[in-house]
């Protein structure tokens, strides 16, 4: 049995993805009877009893408020000067010695903070997708689609360090395995549409996707709209779908891949869900909401697997009724980016193999 924290927060700002994934890669480990334990950050939005309600300990760091040192582009996401963070977080690692790996997900912690743990871990894995930072870590995990990913790290971690690159290994929900199993391909046609803008939508860009899907062309399109309970915004959503009998209100759900499965087309972002939606061949528009989800969009468009609606703050309710008509009027543009998203992944074991290097079998081929 090993012991395994993982340190990974989650906000209105940061979202719920974060989250999301290492409870993918905490539930297979705890398959094996491993211990694991959470250290969260209580930022505004935090998920930490959200985890505890999936059986998981969690240490939690108060929020504060103090001056930051821009270490990364996003070391303001770690709510405290990123020595404050190390040692909060060193604190319960000691408390639970020994550590046989500390996981981290945090755009905000580089190799600095990595170097700081080192003496109270045995072994450190980092989740990224930026490759903006340097890290101190001995296995790696970026499980986004881009050109030329091996060199995206080159750079970044020790010689030694081993990679996990590409969405081969992406960590999939077990409810998302068992949906594709059983998937039938899609042919086009556009019954159903799935929204979901991320656990949080700050911005609200819901209501905005909500507002073009109202028109009387969609009038036989059947919406389901997904929201988490840290979005700030969900009553307001919550009422605006109670007036349209064909829109259907969902907040953080556990059927996310039955919806997905169910779907023909869906409006989302470019983080986590990305990868869920993908995974089950499920064609998207996307819009980028934050600055980090730009070069995976980019690189997904390029290939093919979904289609960029572009930022934000450049997206009007004319625009996307625009691309929706687009897309619902051309059966084999979808049909083509259900059959690249299901390519992205091949046999997908990215939970198990990550599990078994953990684990250290040394027979596992990357």
């Not at 040192?69 to 190390?86: C, I, K, M």
């Not at 755009?107 to 600095?112: A, H």
């Not at 779908?241 to 779907?263: D, G, K, W, Y």
Request: aromatic share 8%; proline share 2%.
């Amino acid at each position: 049995m090993m012991n395994i924290f993982f340190r990974v927060d989650a906000s209105i700002e940061i979202g719920t993805g974060h989250v999301m994934r290492c409870l993918t890669l905490a539930d297979e480990l705890k398959k094996y009877g491993n211990r694991v334990m959470f250290i969260c950050r209580m930022h505004k939005g935090h998920l930490c009893n959200f985890i505890e309600s999936k059986g998981y300990e969690v240490a939690r760091l108060p929020q504060i408020q103090e001056e930051i040192e821009w270490l990364t582009p996003h070391s303001h996401w770690l709510g405290a000067h990123w020595l404050t963070d190390v040692h909060d977080t060193i604190q319960s690692l000691k408390k639970n010695a020994p550590i046989d790996w500390l996981i981290i997900d945090h755009y905000g912690i580089e190799e600095n903070w990595q170097k700081e743990v080192r003496p109270y871990v045995k072994k450190i894995m980092v989740i990224d997708d930026l490759a903006d930072r340097k890290h101190d870590c001995d296995l790696l995990l970026d499980q986004n689609y881009y050109a030329q990913m091996e060199n995206r790290y080159r750079h970044l971690v020790k010689n030694e360090t081993r990679l996990l690159l590409g969405p081969k290994y992406a960590l999939i929900r077990e409810e998302f395995k068992k949906v594709r199993l059983n998937l039938k391909e899609r042919n086009g046609e556009v019954k159903r549409i799935v929204v979901f803008l991320g656990g949080s939508d700050p911005h609200n860009v819901t209501e905005l996707v909500l507002e073009a899907l109202k028109i009387e062309e969609f009038r036989n399109i059947e919406v389901n709209v997904i929201v988490g309970t840290s979005n700030i915004h969900k009553e307001r959503i919550q009422n605006i779908c109670s007036q349209v009998p064909r829109f259907h209100f969902h907040c953080q759900i556990n059927n996310m891949a039955e919806l997905m499965a169910t779907a023909d087309l869906a409006i989302g972002a470019g983080g986590t869900a990305i990868w869920e939606r993908c995974y089950l061949g499920l064609p998207s528009l996307v819009i980028i909401l934050a600055s980090n989800q730009e070069q995976v969009i980019h690189a997904l468009e390029w290939y093919g697997a979904v289609y960029n609606l572009g930022y934000k703050e450049n997206i009007c309710i004319e625009h996307i009724v625009c691309s929706l008509k687009k897309l619902i009027n051309n059966k084999k543009i979808l049909r083509d980016m259900s059959r690249k998203c299901r390519d992205l992944f091949g046999e997908s074991l990215g939970n198990e193999l990550v599990v078994s290097l953990l684990k250290g079998d040394s027979d596992v081929i990357i």
